[in-house]
């Protein structure tokens, strides 16, 4: 029922920013949380950041500090703005959305933005 499109991807050196872009197929208003996650090749995929239909934000401890996630109301996108990027930042990043529908919590999933960090 709901679609995520992530973009924003690509190439740049340590310390670069990039800023990712999560498009969803309905309003964000209408979903209960948004995050962001990524996954590296053979380790496991961690979350980076959350934002509420509320507006509230959270961030893992590790990344707080240099990541900001965003919603674009106009495009009715979810973003997520990094800084200082370091080479371990290198992974696929993900869009998630919750969604309580059907008297059940469902999750959505991106099919991905490649983000390499070269050093």
């Known amino acids: 029922q709901v679609q995520l499109v992530e973009s924003g991807g690509g190439l740049v050196q340590a310390g670069g920013s990039l800023r990712l872009s999560c498009a969803a197929s309905?309003?964000?208003?209408?979903?209960?949380?948004i995050d962001w996650y990524r996954q590296a090749p053979g380790k496991q995929r961690e979350l980076v950041a959350t934002?509420?239909?509320?507006?509230?934000?959270d961030y893992t401890d590790s990344l707080k500090g240099r990541t900001t996630i965003s919603r674009d109301n106009v495009k009715n996108t979810i973003d997520l703005q990094m800084n200082s990027l370091k080479p371990e930042d290198t992974a696929i990043y993900y869009c998630h959305a919750l969604k309580y529908e059907l008297r059940n919590w469902r999750h959505y999933w991106g099919q991905g933005t490649q983000v390499t960090v070269s050093s």
């Open positions: 934002i509420t239909k509320s507006g509230n934000t």
């Open positions: 309905i309003s964000i208003f209408s979903i209960n949380a």
